[in-house]
């Protein structure tokens, strides 16, 4: 028998949407008899992920991912394909599957924000027929675990961002899911409240062996969270490998931005490469593997004159481009 | 694991609700003693009206008390124990039940049970007054009050929410339910023997004030087996509807075909 969690087979998603017509006189044509078209979200994918298994899902906006999670959490019901979650259709068994399954969606809340965060985790105990001294010993886990006793009794809209997160993600365990979906965990937090984040949910994952599938716009979280990952543009899996592999290969760069009103900055060191110049603003893709960024800024500020440094990851669209151009070579 | 029974639930849910409403003080009373003034001042311009007219079309001032007591609570407890109905379109459109599908309830439960309004407070306190000092009500009332108001409070959340309901269908659907619901309550305002013809259609179907407050206050004033037959069926009518119109449009948003579905 099958040690997959999850189970993918040409799974498709078409939306159907009226196109809009140019002018006044096309507006009102095409409120009569609109001119229907077809997006293909998804685009018959199949893939299967194990017990345990930590999994990114990623690519532009648009390419799918959403839909693909809302597919596999029993939101939507696919065009076409087949899906199993621990056995069950997700969209025909969506509340049998809801026990199994936690979902943090990172643009939504499931809190109440004039209420503390306890009075929410009471009520989404009740949702899912927690209660007794088992619930109680969970709870009082996950809030020493998370480190949650100082936030309990403050209502959740005067937290921090990366403090509701944390609230979130501990409000989507109380039911002890065996799986948990994360869609953007991480937008719109800050660097340090990245970090706790990732360390929370993998920390939580190898302590309960827990399957976690994410999707994520920020290359850090796939690369410190999962150990896995899937690539889809335009509705396609495009790549489907290990993160060590795809690290090596397309997450070991960096793109820093100086700032020098005085000079134009000159970096010759192996693995820099200067990708725009602009006046006072200097930008260098860093291959990592090759140079430590540390070095790097330790040359550039070696010639003075220096304001500002900014160190980034690549953005999303263009790692998945050159994994995209890569895949079809 | 025992289940908690839906009616527990939703108690949980609503109660959470409630709490919410409270948390700003200030808010709570500025907003429920602001419908209370309101609502005084529709009463005392009634008083007036009735201190020049005796009667309209056969309605007196205690029927017209007792008219306004029912409407007005009902909209208090639907305010306070079901106010998620009141923002229910934008919730369809903003994408907000996605995290509701996830979880193991009936996403119309918790949908109703999200909010609750410091304002429905006002609109409660004011109607206990009217219903009690003037709308001329006994103890022998009580239990046809209780059958009317019940299948009233059925069918005006019923209808509100198949108007929010339209958002599976409409992208437009927020003012739209919002003017809907709004127009219940106006018709419903009004002594029943003013609507006639066109209007006494629409005030007993696409507007059923008629049976949120019109057949209950007949039901006081006249009781009859037949007009709780007339009430009750009403009520499961119209919910038979609400359920069936947000459980096709609920489909249809899980097929992906709503106006807003992000890729």
New interface residues.
């Given amino acids: 028998m099958s040690s997959a969690v999850i189970t993918v087979q040409d799974l498709r998603?078409s939306?159907?949407y009226a196109s809009r017509r140019g002018g006044l006189l096309g507006a009102i044509g095409g409120a009569f008899s609109p001119d229907y078209k077809l997006?293909d979200?998804v685009d018959g994918i199949s893939f299967e992920i194990a017990a345990g298994e930590r999994v990114a899902i990623i690519g532009p906006n648009?390419?799918?991912k959403?839909?693909t999670l809302?597919m596999l959490?029993?939101?939507?019901?696919p065009t076409s394909g087949d899906a199993r979650v621990f056995g069950l259709v997700p969209?025909r068994e969506?509340?049998?599957l809801?026990?199994r399954?936690g979902?943090v969606?990172g643009q939504?809340s499931?809190l109440?924000?004039?209420?503390p965060a306890r009075?929410?985790f009471?009520?989404l105990a009740?949702?899912?027929?927690q209660?007794g001294a088992a619930f109680e010993q969970r709870l009082k886990d996950l809030i020493e675990r998370f480190e949650l006793a100082p936030l309990m009794g403050q209502?959740v809209q005067r937290l921090s961002l990366g403090q509701r997160m944390r609230c979130e993600i501990t409000a989507s365990l109380l039911h002890a899911p065996s799986l948990l979906?994360l869609d953007e965990p991480t937008i719109g937090l800050d660097i340090t409240a990245k970090a706790a984040i990732r360390d929370f949910i993998t920390e939580n994952a190898r302590e309960e062996g827990q399957t976690v599938v994410l999707t994520s716009h920020d290359t850090r979280d796939i690369e410190l969270v999962c150990e896995r990952v899937i690539v889809i543009n335009q509705g396609r899996i495009v790549v489907d490998q290990p993160t060590d592999q795809l690290r090596r290969r397309f997450l070991a760069h960096k793109l820093v931005t100086l700032h020098a009103p005085s000079r134009r900055v000159e970096i010759a060191l192996p693995g820099v490469m200067r990708r725009a110049s602009e006046p006072h603003l200097d930008v260098f893709e860093i291959d990592t593997r090759k140079v430590r960024v540390e070095q790097v800024i330790a040359t550039a500020l070696e010639g003075g004159g220096i304001e500002d440094i900014t160190i980034e990851d690549p953005p999303m669209e263009e790692v998945v481009r050159e994994i995209y151009a890569v895949a079809h070579d | 694991m025992v289940r908690t029974s839906l009616v527990a639930n939703y108690a949980h849910g609503a109660a959470a609700a409630v709490r919410a409403s409270f948390a700003d003080r200030t808010n709570f009373i500025l907003q429920s003693l602001s419908m209370v003034v309101n609502n005084g001042f529709m009463l005392v311009l009634w008083f007036m009206f009735f201190a020049g007219f005796r009667s309209v079309g056969g309605w007196k001032l205690a029927d017209m008390a007792l008219l306004i007591g029912i409407i007005m609570s009902i909209v208090g407890v639907a305010g306070i124990v079901f106010g998620g109905y009141r923002d229910m379109a934008a919730s369809i459109l903003s994408g907000e039940i996605d995290a509701l599908l996830t979880q193991p309830r009936s996403v119309l439960a918790r949908l109703l049970s999200r909010d609750s309004y410091p304002s429905a407070w006002g609109d409660l306190g004011t109607a206990i007054v009217i219903l009690m000092a003037f709308a001329g009500l006994g103890w022998r009332d009580l239990p046809w009050l209780a059958a009317g108001w019940l299948s009233g409070l059925v069918v005006y959340i019923a209808a509100a929410v198949t108007f929010a309901s339209l958002a599976f269908w409409i992208s437009g659907a927020r003012s739209l339910a919002r003017d809907m619901t709004e127009f219940v309550i106006l018709v419903s305002t009004y002594p029943g023997s003013i609507y006639s013809g066109a209007s006494k259609l629409i005030a007993y179907t696409l507007l059923p004030a008629g049976f949120v407050v019109l057949t209950p206050v007949r039901l006081l004033r006249h009781p009859s087996l037949g007009t709780l037959a007339v009430v009750i069926a009403a009520a499961m009518i119209y919910a038979a509807i609400a359920a069936g119109v947000f459980h096709l449009g609920l489909k249809r948003y899980r097929r992906g075909a709503t106006p807003v579905m992000g890729v």
């Fill in positions: 998603k939306y159907r997006i979200a648009g390419a799918g959403s839909t809302k959490s029993g939101i939507l019901e969209w969506r509340k049998a809801a026990y399954i979902v969606f939504r499931q109440w924000g004039e209420l009075d929410s009471a009520l009740s949702i899912y027929d209660r209502p979906f």
